[in-house]
Structure formats: structure tokens, C-alpha cells
């Protein structure tokens, strides 16, 4: 509207300027004729003069319409090229007034509004929230922007508007301000900023997400520069220097790796090393050391690193970024683990020479006894045999001890004992060695122990013999051993018993006593070859007590004897009678009863009958499983029970087994009798129907009471 306006004004001064130049030509043109010819001959030709001047002042004004015309029209397609450019450019565009007011705007301004026309835009109450994100009002933060435009002529900054679904948009405003017509305005250019930010939430979450794990990496991650300076870091590298800021990282890192190396002498070469690595992974693009000079902050040991290191493009600039794994725990693992490799190594030596040994006086006394021409000296070589055997035996049930205990298949029976009992029986197996030795053996039991305890007595038992034979063993002749027990508390009718097996004997050293309790070691290894063992008892009786609720130590002095002391916990016996177990002698009598014993070994069938003969009891022989079933199938009932073996030909005694419980004939006693006796075969055999087991070697006692269990007798 204003630019129209403006051209009419032109206009009207240039149709004034044309005329007042025809009347001056004409004036003039008349001034000279009449000053020439005489006012008649003036009048005559007046009419002509008027006809040139008319024409003089029609030409100009021609003229001037023209080129009036000609200015409208570049004029006017000046503003439409202008408007065409302005409403094509891709940036939103408004312009205010000096009030603040909208006058125009663009149709990307529209576009980006949601708005229909620019009456609609210009109408709006509000094109911003009540505050903006940095919590300032945008009423106030806005107008003194527009302020701050008018008086510096440009400003930008960050801006929320609201848009008419009530969602918002983040853009950038750029304030310019412009005269216009001749009077200040304020161009306020508005770039869209949705899809900035989505990219920059985008990328900031994955660099979060970076960080998290970099930092949460249990491996300390550096980065280093060319003077091998420190970077940048992560969290598990803070916490492995001990420090709790990056900013205390990159101010005292020298001075506490410093203060870090173990060793002061070790202090340059560290640091020599440290330059070395980094140069070369600068040089060579990779590089890679183990150090194992620090001390970790976090526990205040002596720590092994291995480092990896990568040359790498870091906020523009060329770094090195390493990898350093602590590997303290699996190197002490290695050192550890080849240790136990050296002691089975010599273990399986000692035992060799366990095994060996008793095998050599077995075959020798057995083959002396053989030629042997009289009595006496076959009873002495068979005295010898058994002698022996009870060390072989006890050597085969020590590794099968320390063999279920590194399974987890080591177990506790519970059971009724007499506390006494127990101890004694053990101590009277040490009489005869004491006596040797001429040694003193004292037997202290504390009379508030209650009589009966329920607990395993053959494993306190174990432990007590364990202890009293190294005590003999390394007590000289004419030496003081002493046992004792005493009650520690009793709560709720739980035990806490104490034991104690002291002597004057050699003693352990401090560094020895460290390895006592190890599985497969000794004190030392001239030990082993001065008095033999398998260096498993302590570790098996450790196990033990641990498993009782108890403990195990040792106070001892080189040359001045050892004391070795454990606890164990059982119940108060409800019932504390006296065991009846020896008031009356078990009969042992079956006459009348007819077993069938499923054996492949002609030897072990041999030891069997030998033992339930004198019992009055009828013995058939199968040499397997299938014969077994055949037999019995053919006669069922002609036996009282069935002692099964299970490795033997054909099919063993688990098949066997399950065959003759599959026919139905569940009422015969199928007794396992087998060299399998951990706790899984024992199961496997009862789930097999199977009655009970029976572990070989065999002891009497455990066949009798399997015996008394399950046979029936002739009454008559």
C-alpha cells in the first residue's frame, strides 16, 4: 500500500513540472515575437503559438506518462521477483515493527506455524510457552532480546515456540534489525531446530551409552599423547590410582605412580618401559608390555598388568588409547595352580611308595609263609600279611576320603554313640606302638560331656586316631602324649566338645604349619621319606571337623612338641543309657538259611565262604549276573537272600538286579556287595531294588548286622 502511494506522488509532480515547462515556453516564445513584430501582428499569430505550446506540453507529458509507466512496471516486478524470492526461501521469515508488531512474513513462516494466512499468523496471542527451558518467562526474555536487536542490530540465541497442537519447537532466532520506508524494523529469521536436537539426543545417548560402558569396563582404559601424558581415562582407572576425580588423575599421576611401584629401584625402570611402550605403539600403530610394578590402591598389593595400546584419532588429534588388565589374581592362580601340580606330582611319588611298600610285605610275607615248614613261621608271615593290609587298607581309604571331599560327596552319618566308648576304642589301638616307644600315653575326658552324643562317631574316631598316630610318630621314645576332652558350652542340647592331642615331639615350624592342612602336602618333604604317610590326614580331618560345625588349629614350636586342637558339635542324646551293644552277644547262628552269592572272582567267593560258613549258612555260586537270575528263577525259594556283586560279565548286578524284581519275586533281600561304596553307587544300587550295601573290603561286623537284618532263621 505504501509503495502505491508513493508512486502517485510521483506522478503528479512530474504532470506539475510538465505543464509549468509548456507555459514558460510558450511565455517566452510569445515575449519574443511581440518584442519583434508589434502587438497586432502578435495577436494574429497568438492562436499558432498556443498550438505549439499545446503540443510542447502534450509531448512532454507523454513522455512523462511513459516513463512513469515504464517505472511502475519494473517497479512492480521488482516486488514480485522480491516477494516470489522471499516466499521461496527455506527459512521461516517474520518482520516486526517498532512496537513489536508483526507487519509480514514469508510462506515457510506459515508453513512452519501451521497457519493458513498471514491474517491468522499476525493475530496469534502467543507463539512461545509461558516460560522457556532455562526456567527465564519468554514474555520478558523475548522483548528484551528484541531490545537488545534494535539497539546492537543483531542478536541470536535459542528459542522454544509453541505451535497450535500445543506441541513445541525448538528453534534458533536471528534478529536483525533493518530500516524499512524510513523507519526501524526487525527481521527475525527462524531455523528449525527439531531435527538438530533429535540427532544430538541421538548421538549424546550413544556417547552416554559409550561412557557407561566404558567406565562400567573392569580393564582401566587410558589415553595418552606423544610426551606420554594422560588424556582421558575411565572410572576403573580412578578407582585402581585412587582417585576420585579425572582433574586429580591428570594433576598427581607421576607423582602416585611414584609412590605406587613396589620396589624404589624399580622406579626408572617403570617409567623406561612406560616411554618405550608408548613410542612404539605411536610408531609401529600398536604396542603391548606387562608391568607388574604397581601396588593396586584398592587392595595394597603388588599388581600385574598387561597392556595393550592402539594408536587412535582423539578429538582431532593423534593419541594412544590402552587397554590394561589387571591380571594379578590369574597370574597367583598359575603360580598356585603349578604349585598343586608339584605337590601331586610328589604325592603320587609318596604314594607309590604307600602302595608298594605294604604290596611288598603282602607278596614277600605270602610267598615266605607259603615255604614255611612250620606253624610258628607261617603264623608270624601271616601276622606280618595282615599288618600290612590294614596299612594298605588305610591307604586306599585316605585317597578315597580326599577323593569325596574335592567331589563334594564327602558325608556326615548321624548317629547314637557312647562319647567314651569312642575315644577309648581309639586310644586302646595306640597302646601296643606306645608301649614300643616307651611312650606316655595320658587320657583326659571331662565328666560333664554328656555319655551319648548323636553325631558320627567313626569320623571323630578318624580324626582322633589321625592326630594320635602323627603324635606317636613324631614323639621319641620315652615322650609324653596326652589326649584330652572337655565340654566348651552346651545351648539347646547342642554340643560344643573340645579335643586336644598334645606331645613333646618334634614340633612344626611357622612356615610348615602353613601347609598342614593342604591336601596332598607335607611339612616338608624329608618328612615323608623318614616316616612315610600320605600327607591326606590333615586335610581329611580338617574336612571332617569343618563339616561337624567345628575348626581345626595348631600351636607348635620346632623342637618343642605340637598341640593340635578341634571342636566338633552334636546333640545331647535324649535317651544317655549305657550301650547295650556289648551286654549280650549277638547269636550268631543261621542254620538253616541258603545264600546265593552272584561273584565273577573265584578269590573273593573264597573269602566270602570262608566267613559265612562257620555262621552254619548254605552258600551257591554264580560266577554272573545272568547265571545269578537263572538260578534263582529256577529255585525262589530255596534261598533266604542274594549277595550281588555288580561289575561282572554278561550282565552285571544292577540288570540283575532289576530283572528279578521285575518277575515279580520282591520278597528276597538283594544285598549289594561291591568295591563301590561312595554315596552315588550306594543310591544307585538301592535304586536298582537293591536292600542294603556292603563295601568291599569286607568287615565282619558290617556283615553280621546286614546279616541279623535281613535273613530269617530256621525257628526249629
Not at 606302638?433 to 606316655?440: A, D, M, R
Request: aromatic share 8%; with cysteine.
Amino acid at each position: 500500500m505504501k509503495s502505491f502511494n508513493n508512486l502517485r506522488f510521483h506522478i503528479k509532480i512530474n504532470i506539475g513540472l510538465s505543464i509549468l515547462l509548456g507555459v514558460v515556453l510558450a511565455g517566452t516564445y510569445l515575449l519574443m515575437h511581440l518584442m519583434r513584430t508589434g502587438i497586432i501582428e502578435s495577436i494574429a499569430h497568438l492562436m499558432l503559438y498556443k498550438m505549439i505550446a499545446l503540443a510542447a506540453v502534450f509531448m512532454t507529458a507523454m513522455y512523462l506518462i511513459y516513463r512513469i509507466g515504464r517505472n511502475l512496471e519494473e517497479k512492480t516486478l521488482s516486488e514480485e521477483r522480491f516477494r516470489s524470492i522471499y516466499d521461496k526461501i527455506p527459512m521461516a521469515i517474520y518482520i516486526l515493527d517498532s512496537n513489536f508488531n508483526i507487519v509480514d512474513c514469508n510462506a515457510e513462516t506459515l508453513r512452519l506455524f501451521c497457519m493458513e494466512s498471514f491474517e491468522e499468523f499476525k493475530n496469534i496471542n502467543t507463539q512461545s510457552p509461558g516460560r522457556q527451558r532455562d526456567g527465564s518467562k519468554s514474555r520478558d526474555a523475548g522483548i528484551e532480546k528484541y531490545e537488545q536487536a534494535f539497539k546492537e542490530g543483531f542478536v541470536q540465541y535459542d528459542w522454544v515456540k509453541s505451535l497450535p497442537d500445543g506441541s513445541s519447537l525448538p528453534c534458533q532466532l536471528t534478529v536483525v534489525r533493518a530500516d524499512l520506508h524510513h523507519s526501524p524494523h526487525l527481521l527475525v529469521f527462524v531455523r528449525d531446530m527439531r531435527e538438530y536436537y533429535k540427532k544430538y539426543e541421538t548421538e549424546r545417548d550413544a556417547y552416554d551409552h559409550q561412557q557407561i560402558m566404558i567406565n562400567a569396563a573392569p580393564i582401566l582404559i587410558q589415553y595418552w599423547g606423544r610426551n606420554s601424558h594422560a588424556i582421558d581415562c575411565n572410572q576403573t582407572t580412578l578407582d585402581f590410582y585412587g582417585y576420585s576425580t579425572k582433574k586429580e588423575y591428570f594433576e598427581g599421576l607421576v607423582d602416585k605412580v611414584t609412590s605406587m611401584v613396589s620396589e624404589a629401584s624399580a622406579t626408572l625402570e617403570y617409567f623406561d618401559a612406560w616411554t618405550r611402550f608408548i613410542n612404539e605403539a605411536f610408531t609401529l600403530g600398536h604396542s603391548n608390555v606387562s608391568l607388574n610394578f604397581l601396588v593396586d590402591s584398592r587392595t595394597g598389593r603388588p599388581a600385574k598388568l598387561e597392556i595393550n595400546g592402539v594408536l587412535v584419532e582423539y578429538k582431532g588429534e593423534l593419541s594412544v588409547v590402552t587397554f590394561a588388565t589387571d591380571v594379578t589374581e590369574l597370574y597367583d592362580a598359575n603360580v598356585r595352580a603349578e604349585a598343586a601340580a608339584r605337590a601331586k606330582s610328589a604325592f603320587l611319588a609318596n604314594m607309590s611308595h604307600e602302595i608298594r611298600t605294604p604290596l611288598n610285605a603282602i607278596i614277600g610275607m605270602t610267598g615266605i609263609g607259603k615255604a614255611a615248614s612250620d606253624l610258628a613261621r607261617a603264623a608270624y608271615c601271616f601276622e606280618k600279611v595282615e599288618e600290612a593290609s590294614d596299612h594298605l587298607l588305610g591307604v586306599v581309604n585316605d585317597v578315597l576320603d580326599i577323593s569325596k571331599i574335592e567331589s563334594g560327596k564327602f558325608e556326615i552319618s548321624m548317629a547314637r554313640f557312647v562319647f567314651e566308648d569312642m575315644l577309648r576304642k581309639v586310644v586302646d589301638i595306640f597302646i601296643i606302638n606306645t608301649g614300643k616307644k616307651n611312650q606316655t600315653l595320658n587320657v583326659s575326658i571331662d565328666s560333664a560331656i554328656p555319655k551319648a552324643l548323636i553325631g558320627d562317631d567313626q569320623r571323630i574316631s578318624q580324626v582322633v586316631a589321625n592326630l594320635l598316630s602323627n603324635a606317636v610318630k613324631f614323639t621319641p621314645k620315652d615322650g609324653v602324649i596326652s589326649i584330652e576332652a572337655r565340654l566348651l558350652r552346651e545351648e539347646d542340647g547342642l554340643c560344643t566338645v573340645q579335643i586336644e592331642v598334645r606331645d613333646n615331639g618334634l614340633g612344626i615350624t611357622a612356615g610348615q604349619q602353613s601347609l598342614l592342612f593342604n591336601p596332598f602336602q607335607q611339612a616338608e618333604s624329608s618328612t615323608t621319606r623318614k616316616f612315610g604317610g600320605t600327607g591326606l590326614g590333615l586335610a581329611i580331618s580338617k574336612n571332617v571337623v569343618t563339616m561337624m560345625g567345628g575348626d581345626m588349629s595348631v600351636e607348635s614350636e620346632a623342637g618343642k612338641g605340637s598341640t593340635f586342637v578341634f571342636t566338633i558339635q552334636t546333640k545331647r542324646a535324649e535317651d544317655e543309657h549305657e550301650n547295650t551293644s556289648e551286654d549280650a552277644l549277638p547269636d550268631l547262628n543261621f542254620e538253616g538259611c541258603r545264600i546265593l552269592l552272584a561273584e565273577d572272582i573265584e578269590i573273593n567267593r573264597e573269602i566270602v565262604e570262608n566267613i559265612l560258613t562257620p555262621l552254619s549258612i548254605q552258600l551257591d555260586f554264580a560266577e554272573n549276573g545272568a547265571e545269578a537270575v537263572r538260578m534263582y528263577t529256577a529255585a525262589p525259594d530255596a534261598y533266604s537272600m542274594i549277595l550281588m556283586d555288580i561289575h561282572m560279565p554278561e550282565m552285571d548286578g544292577y540288570e540283575a538286579t532289576r530283572t528279578i524284581r521285575a518277575l515279580g519275586l520282591n520278597a528276597i533281600p538283594i544285598i549289594a556287595m561291591t568295591a563301590n561304596v561312595f554315596r552315588e553307587d550306594v543310591e544307585k544300587c538301592l535304586e536298582a531294588g537293591m536292600d542294603a550295601h556292603i563295601g568291599k573290603p569286607l568287615d565282619l561286623s558290617d556283615v553280621v548286622k546286614v546279616l541279623q537284618t535281613y535273613l530269617k532263621r530256621d525257628e526249629n
